[in-house]
């Protein structure tokens, strides 16, 4: 994920200070990634430092607002533009679990592929109850995400199936 980014994201829209770019950037992705305030001034002094936000020139309130620059809006545009790399894949703990349990037979795998696939069906029940409590007129970002989170566990279900199944041939 992207701070940077997202805190430009959010600038483009108009000023803000940090503890309110914090709140808003939680609000506007259904409060599944919280920020720490440090991290967000942290990431401002960056974006200042590369000439991407300035300090808004208000007459010195109690809190600093920060504005984009055109290089920060063409900087925006990029991000925007540019595809989500997945290469390299990012660590997947239950990969790894199961390649290792597989690879140094030190623990039942089928019995680690079973556990995952009850856990990951909670998940789904889980996000489908969700997304009939959903109101789609003031939830769309919590949607959208439940959509994600929905394909996603779905997909590490086809993963554990071929999993047992490639076990299945192995061992018989």
Not at 62 to 88: F, M
Request: hydrophobic share 40%.
């Amino acid at each position: 994920m992207s701070v940077r980014h997202s805190l430009l994201a959010i600038l483009a829209e108009r000023p803000a200070h940090g503890y309110g770019l914090k709140s808003r950037f939680e609000r506007d992705t259904a409060g599944i990634w919280p920020l720490n305030v440090g991290q967000v001034y942290t990431t401002l002094a960056r974006l200042e430092r590369d000439g991407l936000v300035v300090p808004r020139d208000d007459g010195g309130g109690a809190r600093q607002e920060w504005r984009i620059t055109k290089p920060g809006r063409a900087a925006l545009a990029a991000w925007y533009d540019a595809p989500v790399a997945g290469d390299p894949p990012e660590r997947d703990e239950l990969a790894i679990k199961i390649l290792l349990a597989v690879a140094t037979r030190s623990a039942d795998a089928g019995r680690i592929l079973q556990n995952q696939r009850t856990a990951t069906m909670r998940r789904l029940q889980e996000y489908t109850r969700h997304r009939r409590e959903a109101d789609p007129e003031r939830e769309l970002p919590w949607i959208l995400l439940l959509d994600a989170f929905t394909l996603k566990a779905e997909a590490e279900i086809k993963w554990l199936d071929r999993c047992e199944a490639r076990l299945g041939r192995r061992s018989g």
